[in-house]
């Protein structure tokens, strides 16, 4: 079983990036949760969302609480009251919207030789792509590179098939989004 946690502010769209891609690994025939955590719900505010994927039935039901991956869509939680680093593992993987470096960030989060650090600028692409920097898209697109759980084209296909019926009247935000999970995902540095 594969447990991500996602973090970042409200308006960011982490919790739309977990359930479009716990929506796209159904649709690919896995087992799956996808399920946000959050107080009062405000723009700025930090949120944390969570995915489980698996090829078995998943049987738990509370949060993630050791996830092999996390992802950060605004680097300044790190070192803010959102602990990004509890409970993950040596083998923990870590995904950051940043322009820094990937040796850059891996001294600002302090993890260890054994932990992997990927970077990509996801706000720049989402400007660049949609016009709005909204990070969840081509975080998704770097994810699905990073971990390898779910083919390119499947996320592209479930989440246009997500997009239309949301926008069906403004091609260029969906257009816009699969351009950008693409970017982000040929994009992604390790």
């Known amino acids: ?3 991500i946690r996602w973090h970042g502010r409200g308006g960011q769209g982490a919790k739309t990036a ?3 891609l716990g ?3 159904a649709a690919a025939g896995k087992y799956i949760q996808a399920f946000p955590e959050y107080g ?3 723009m700025g505010a930090p949120v944390t969302s969570y ?3 698996s090829d078995e039935p998943i049987r738990l039901n509370c ?3 050791n996830p092999k991956y996390v992802v950060i869509l605004d680097p300044t939680l790190i070192g803010s009251s959102v602990d990004v680093l509890d409970g993950v593992g040596d083998d923990g993987v870590f995904l950051v919207n940043t322009d820094m470096s990937i040796e850059d960030m891996r001294k600002k989060l302090g993890v260890s030789d054994k932990q992997d650090v990927y970077v990509i600028n996801a706000n720049k692409i989402s400007l660049e792509t949609i016009k709005r920097a909204i990070p969840n898209t081509p975080m998704l697109g770097a994810l699905v590179r990073v971990t390898n759980m779910l083919s390119l084209e ?3 296909e479930d989440t246009r098939r997500k997009l239309e019926k949301k926008f069906r009247n403004k091609p260029e935000i969906i257009d816009g989004n699969m351009e950008a999970i693409t970017r982000a995902y040929q994009e992604v540095k390790d």
């Open 1 to 3: 079983m594969l447990e």
């Open 154 to 156: 499947d996320l592209l």
């Open 63 to 65: 949060s993630v609480t």
């Open 51 to 53: 995915n489980r994927l």
């Open 18 to 20: 977990s359930i479009l």
């Open 23 to 25: 929506e796209a690994a």
């Open 40 to 42: 009062p719900e405000r």
